[in-house]
């Protein structure tokens, strides 16, 4: 078995690699937990309001001064930073759902992010390095 094989699964941290975070400068990671601090309060009161549909929170956190991230033809970023999006779907019951709520990644630095969510049972702030493949947002489980 891997050293820190999960499950214990064969070739669990090769298959596993895209989901884990990258490694933030400790400048960053202070600039980082600093957005979240000004992030956090705007979600408690849209979460306590029972507003946690995706524009919303987008127009909320806009009102802090961020712009929204924009990508080129190439998939590249093409400025901006933010991006508030649907929560991810998921298959429950037989059907695929998407639940009501709002994903909110804001990318601070190259290496560091502030990732969150506001939902109908709670909401969340939290700082981490970029993912390889889908950068401030954690990828789906791939098998």
Known sequence: MEPG?????PHYDENNGSRRPG???PASATDA?????RIRPVLKRLWGQKKWDPATVRAALLHLGYEEERTGSNGKPHGGTLTVRAMNSRFTDGREVTPEGALVGL???DDACVTAFVQKSNYEVMTNGPYPETGCFEPPFGH
């Open 33 to 37: 937990a600093r957005e979240a601090d």
């Open 5 to 9: 094989a999960g499950d214990g699964a």
């Open 23 to 25: 490694a933030m400068s």
């Open 107 to 109: 990318r601070v630095h």
